[in-house]
């Protein structure tokens, strides 16, 4: 794989993936990466320098406040660093892999403005922000971190946050100006009241926090500052992407490849209504009206490359099939969301001109969406293989998927009968929600993980079309922490169970550490004795025997060049 088609796949932006980050900092750079970073990126040693001490600062102070307060803080991890240098091609806060992302600035990392106690907080407020998705929630969440600094630490934060050039800079400046009156806070435990101070303290649920009334004006108006820098920081954005540039019109760019390519999409617009499909290319009124609003040449040229790859990945998966026809034209696991899908009963892939992430009329697709989509494509067209009995377990691989089965059942009765008597009455409530048999309460969490298992024979399908990059980022966008989808330990267990193969197809040698390293696993498993590493790894091994029972037809196809190296 070429570095630069995955650390740079998107203009403006750099990504250094959490495999490359280790104790101490970025670590694991081969000299392609180191030189893509400098040459091309501008970071010079001093930059990533900089990154590492903020970094360790970040994992040592999430250690220490989550061992203390477990309740409100989160425990330190490793995440996917996507370094911006250029704000107008990336929507502000954006999440190519969701909930496994750190965004930050190139400035951030400026050795000459910046600070490393500056740094460390910015990863602290990426991090909530990714957690609760909410901005102010982010920031009140966040303000027991300032109980717990020194005078000097705060210091170098109001210094670094002064010289910072990042869009949303004045809220940063307010934070620093508001350090005053946030030593007036409490929090539990952090900092307890004194006895008998206990009158107008307003209590933040999940924060533990406790604001003292005449502060409260002071915490809404910080909290404005940052409304009003993510508006001003957004629409900023936005202006950049709509700036005009000399040449055909948006809507003209569009329609020109519309009826010239003719490509294999069906376009919806905003009201869910089909406004070109190819046979029709030559009638483009709907299509042009439903395109009116693209805002600028760039925007344009974005599109024309979501549905290339769209109408790319379609033919490439339905050249490959013997017989298309043996797909079928409804479907039980296909869901209509997301903006792109595929409509089995007109045998296409949808694009609708209305995405839940981004406006694909008023900007450019944001980093590794086309990643994402070139893999959703397939994915997609690999539900109706899978229920066309083209990715099944064929009859020689029944005995060892059986035995699979068995193990799975036992691993999951040896995880029930070692979990913490603490939680005995939790995990009886968990079962029950889920109607197992007290008896056999291990076929109830592995029928849990089963029903996932199309997602996994769709991602054994389409690594034969990807490219590496895409195949890479979809399966790491994949597997996430489940902590914030009010789902009990047991229900997250067995989602993991199967999310770990998605890391074992991404070619990484040995998943656990990854997986345990991004998700909060150690915090929130391991060191609470809920499942050790022993334990996850049997629950992995068992669920990959079952995987690895799967197998797509062969005879179905046509040859096709060995998959790609992931």
């Not at 629409?235 to 390519?261: H, K, M, N, W, Y």
């Not at 076929?443 to 054994?460: I, K, Q, S």
Request: proline share 8%.
């Amino acid at each position: 794989m070429r570095p630069e088609r995955f650390y740079m796949a998107h203009p403006g932006a750099f990504l250094i993936p959490a495999e490359h980050l280790d104790d101490e900092g970025i670590a694991d750079l081969a000299w392609e990466e180191r030189e893509l970073l400098q040459s091309r990126v501008g970071l010079s040693k001093e930059h990533i320098d900089l990154f590492n001490r903020g970094y360790r600062l970040y994992r040592e102070r999430a250690a220490s406040l989550h061992a203390r307060a477990p309740g409100s803080w989160l425990p330190p991890r490793k995440a996917h660093l996507l370094l911006v240098t250029d704000p107008s091609r990336v929507r502000p806060y954006c999440q190519p892999f969701l909930g496994t992302t750190w965004f930050l600035y190139a400035s951030d990392l400026d050795p000459a403005r910046s600070h490393e106690e500056y740094v460390c907080y910015q990863l602290f407020h990426v991090e909530r922000l990714a957690f609760l998705k909410a901005l102010r929630a982010a920031v009140c969440f966040n303000l027991s971190y300032f109980l717990d600094r020194t005078e000097d630490e705060l210091r170098d934060f109001s210094r670094a946050a002064s010289r910072a050039t990042r869009p949303d800079a004045p809220a940063f400046v307010a934070l620093a100006r508001a350090l005053h009156w946030i030593q007036s806070l409490y929090h539990l435990p952090l900092r307890e009241p004194p006895p008998g101070r206990t009158e107008g303290l307003g209590h933040v649920d999940g924060a533990d926090l406790l604001i003292p009334k005449e502060v409260r004006p002071d915490l809404l108006a910080l909290f404005g500052a940052f409304d009003a820098a993510a508006r001003e920081m957004e629409a900023s954005f936005f202006a950049a992407q709509a700036e005009p540039t000399e040449g055909p019109a948006p809507v003209d760019i569009v329609c020109r490849f519309l009826a010239e390519e003719r490509p294999d999409v069906l376009l919806v617009d905003t009201a869910g209504k089909i406004v070109y499909r190819p046979e029709d290319a030559s009638r483009l009124d709907d299509a042009r009206a439903a395109l009116a609003p693209l805002v600028s040449a760039r925007v344009a040229e974005s599109l024309v490359k979501d549905l290339r790859i769209v109408s790319d990945k379609s033919r490439a998966v339905l050249a490959s099939l013997r017989n298309p026809d043996v797909l079928p034209r409804t479907s039980t696991e296909v869901d209509p969301d997301g903006g792109v899908y595929v409509r089995a009963d007109l045998g296409r892939i949808v694009y609708e001109l209305r995405h839940p992430g981004f406006d694909p009329l008023r900007e450019e697709a944001p980093p590794y969406h086309r990643e994402l989509l070139a893999a959703r494509v397939v994915h997609e067209w690999g539900h109706l293989v899978h229920e066309a009995g083209l990715i099944r377990v064929p009859e020689e691989n029944e005995h060892a998927y059986n035995v699979g089965l068995s193990f799975v059942h036992s691993t999951w009765q040896g995880i029930l009968e070692q979990m913490p008597a603490r939680l005995a009455e939790d995990v009886k409530e968990e079962l029950d929600a889920l109607g197992a048999d007290p008896a056999r309460p291990g076929e109830t969490l592995a029928r849990v993980t089963l029903t996932r298992m199309p997602d996994f024979a769709c991602n054994l399908f389409f690594r034969r079309y990807l490219r590496p990059e895409e195949a890479r980022t979809y399966l790491h966008a994949n597997v996430r922490h489940h902590l914030n989808e009010d789902l009990g330990p047991l229900t997250q267990l067995a989602r993991y169970a199967l999310e770990l193969s998605y890391l074992d197809l991404a070619g990484i040698s040995d998943p656990i550490p990854h997986f345990v390293e991004t998700t909060y696993f150690d915090g929130y498993f391991i060191k609470p004795k809920v499942c050790d590493e022993r334990q996850l790894r049997e629950l992995h091994s068992s669920i990959w025997r079952l995987c690895s029972a799967y197998a797509v037809d062969a005879s179905a196809f046509f040859p096709a060049p060995a998959p790609a190296d992931l």
